[in-house]
């Protein structure tokens, strides 16, 4: 394990940097973009005596270092205030959105993981041969295109002309029991193939190239001249090794759970924490903005944080680090 010095350090940087994080949260709703007050009644039919009551409300007659201090008393409560577009609360605006977004990202993410590196560690292991080529431009194109793009080719293809899936949303109707987690699935299925296919490509490259580099270290090149079967060599030796800077990169990714794919939501209208934000969006709906901004930062930060120690597990090399 990490000495106790190191982990009190690196989380003492992650605080910092959620420190940052919140501060630059507050400017960036409250400062950069002018009065968020007088932004959101552009379009609405409310009188002066309205707007400084809504002023009043939100806090946002006060001085701007009061109204900084109060905010950081209420996020380190969890208390991000009431949105401007519903009037409910914006912890059970993002609550509500919370599990379609951990279940879509989650899942997403597994599936890519594990062909990514399957195919990385395989592709690696025959370089040159047709399949590490085949697999390598194919991964490379699936990088490369955007979320967006790809989920409208296959919503176009796979429920516009065969229909063998919804078109989106996240049930059909009042169904109960076993039929209504099978049509949940059911409409998970493109988001989130949309979502793998887009992470795949990512870890199948950086897995290979992971490889090829443990392949010529000095205890592969041993184990394989003491005669043990290729396979075990990939698996035992090979693979384990490689795998360490896929496993930060997944951790990385994982910190999108809070902050939502917000293209791939909008696309398929799952009912997550991106399709919030993009409403939030176009509402101008800057409490909402706030709050995931905030927790999408603070996701990844943790996972940042997690990757680093867990790091320093697996490979003794960086525990002093």
């Known amino acids: 394990m990490p000495a106790p010095l190191v982990i009190a350090r690196r989380v003492g ?52 270092g009061a109204q900084y201090v109060a905010y950081l008393k209420h996020t380190a409560v969890g208390n991000f205030g009431t949105s401007l577009a519903t009037g409910q609360t914006v912890w059970s605006e993002i609550s509500a959105r919370l599990w379609p977004t951990i279940l879509l990202v989650g899942t997403g993410t597994i599936l890519a993981t594990v062909f990514g590196v399957i195919v990385g560690t395989r592709g690696a292991w025959r370089r040159g041969r047709a399949f590490d080529t085949t697999t390598l ?23 516009g002309t065969y229909a063998i899936f919804p078109a989106g949303g996240y049930t059909s109707g009042n169904l109960a029991g076993v039929d209504h987690y099978v049509d949940i699935l059911n409409h998970l299925v493109l988001p989130c193939l949309t979502l793998a296919l887009s992470y795949v490509g990512q870890y199948v490259v950086v897995m290979r190239s992971s490889m090829i580099e443990v392949m010529n270290e000095p205890f592969v090149l041993t184990a394989r001249a003491k005669g043990v079967p290729d396979r075990l060599v990939r ?6 090794n490689a795998f360490l800077p896929t496993f930060t990169l997944i951790f990385l990714n994982l910190g999108f759970v809070i902050g939502g794919a917000i293209v791939i939501e909008t ?55």
């Open 13 to 64: 940087h992650a605080l910092a940097t959620l420190l940052f994080v919140m501060t630059f949260n507050f400017f960036l709703f409250r400062v950069m973009p002018g009065d968020p007050i007088s932004m959101f009644v552009r379009s609405q039919r409310l009188t002066s005596a309205d707007v400084a009551r809504l002023r009043a409300f939100y806090g946002l007659d006060q001085s701007l």
């Open 137 to 159: 431009y194919g991964s490379l194109s699936l990088w490369s295109m955007p979320e967006g793009w790809l989920g409208m080719l296959l919503l176009l293809v796979l429920a």
């Open 235 to 240: 698996r035992n030796h090979a693979a384990p």
């Open 267 to 321: 696309v398929f209208s799952w009912p997550g924490i991106g399709l919030l934000t993009y409403h939030a969006i176009s509402s101008l709906d800057y409490p909402v903005l706030a709050a995931v901004f905030f927790l999408g930062s603070a996701a990844i930060v943790a996972a940042n944080l997690v990757a680093d120690l867990a790091y320093g597990v697996l490979d003794p090399r960086v525990r002093r680090g």
